[in-house]
């Protein structure tokens, strides 16, 4: 008998303000068919003003709860994985419980960038496996609207705002890879790499700043380290190539999802692809994918996720889990 962090319910957010990829060519040099056919992406969603990355959170943690017939009291904590948290403190996570009613348990959040909802999801995992915790909220949330540099066209085209929520709840496992929850977990970071994507800015140098990227040189490590990290956390799970129902990336680039899906040896028939609709949406883009592919009828009970993200850091990892 083992303890496994299942998930029981899932939740996304958008905000209403859709933009094409059309609307930066008045502003930019640049063209819907460079942005589509580099990336992938089509349109994002952008936050109104005032709406913060709390607010996005709140309304998918909302969907979660009622997806799973929860009460927010139901719930010991609430792990909140972003890097454009709504203040310097308190963590954006403790805004979401206050906002849900949740009086009892705590709330913090994670910040690992666009890996944010991996390492959110794996700090979850250990917190129900050494029971710690019976019910835990992961959230992955972002306002990158907020860091852009509208005068780049090398990363301003490529971000979007969103939420995505799941609810992990303990449950007992035989301790193989039949049972449903979480499986294996791999995690990285390579300081080294720091300054290929990064936010010019930060308390202590007492701005807010505006992401700044090497988009090559992230497209460089990008496949090699997802196909690496995803190979380790299925080997570390028993999971064979062919046993995997889907991959759910971190949506950056079609061009990387395709690649690092092939290294794995998968077709894009297993693959859950949202980076058309959402762009890059740093940590809320995993859950996203997840709430999104199981409402469109891709992911069901049962079957094999191998989750897996990188970003700024480096920071990389994958989770696999049955869902
Ligand atoms: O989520 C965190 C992880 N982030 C990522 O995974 C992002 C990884 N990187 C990428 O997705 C891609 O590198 C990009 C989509 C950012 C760029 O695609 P690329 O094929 O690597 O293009 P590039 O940066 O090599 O740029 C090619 C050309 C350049 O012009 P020159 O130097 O060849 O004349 C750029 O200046 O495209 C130009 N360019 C643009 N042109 C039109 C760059 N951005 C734009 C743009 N519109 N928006």
Redesign the pocket.
């Known amino acids: 008998m083992s303890t496994r962090a299942v998930v029981i319910g899932h939740g996304h957010h958008l905000p209403d303000r859709v933009v094409a990829n059309s609307e930066?060519e008045a502003s930019?040099?640049?063209?819907d068919e460079?942005?589509r056919t580099?990336?992938g992406i089509e349109r994002r969603h952008f936050a109104a003003e005032g709406e913060t990355t709390s607010n996005l959170a709140t309304k998918a943690a909302e969907k979660a709860l009622a997806n799973a017939g929860l009460e927010a009291n139901d719930l010991d904590a609430i792990i909140l994985a972003t890097s454009t948290a709504d203040l310097t403190f308190p963590a954006a996570a403790t805004m979401v419980q206050s906002a849900l009613g949740m009086t009892r348990g705590y709330a913090f959040d994670v910040q690992a960038?666009?890996a944010g909802f991996v390492f959110a999801l794996s700090t979850a995992n250990a917190m129900i496996v050494s029971g710690q915790a019976k019910r835990i909220m992961v959230i992955g949330a972002e306002t990158f609207s907020r860091i852009m540099d509208w005068t780049d066209?090398?990363?301003?085209?490529?971000?979007g705002d969103g939420a995505g929520a799941l609810i992990l709840e303990a449950q007992a496992g035989t301790g193989d890879k039949s049972d449903r929850g979480i499986l294996s977990v791999d995690l990285h970071s390579d300081g080294e790499h720091r300054d290929i994507?990064y936010v010019d800015g930060g308390v202590s140098t007492q701005s807010t700043g505006h992401l700044r990227?090497?988009?090559?040189?992230?497209?460089r490590h990008?496949i090699e380290k997802l196909a690496q990290t995803a190979t380790d956390a299925m080997e570390k799970a028993g999971i064979s190539n062919d046993e995997v129902d889907w991959i759910v990336p971190?949506q950056?680039?079609i061009?990387?999802i395709q690649g690092t899906a092939r290294k794995l040896g998968l077709s894009m028939d297993h693959v859950v692809v949202t980076v058309q609709d959402h762009g890059?949406t740093?940590a809320a883009?995993i859950p996203l994918a997840l709430s999104v592919g199981v409402e469109r009828g891709q992911i069901s009970k049962g079957d094999v996720v191998v989750t897996e993200?990188?970003?700024?850091g480096l920071a990389w990892g994958a989770v696999v889990l049955r869902w």
């Not at 930019?28 to 063209?31: C, F, G, K, M, Y």
């Not at 066209?153 to 971000?159: I, K, Q």
């Not at 990227?213 to 497209?219: A, D």
């Open positions: 930066f930019l040099n640049t063209s460079w942005i580099r990336s960038v666009c066209r090398g990363t301003c085209v490529l971000f994507l990227m090497e988009g090559k040189e992230v497209f990008a971190h950056a680039n061009r990387i890059n740093s883009s993200a990188i970003g700024g």
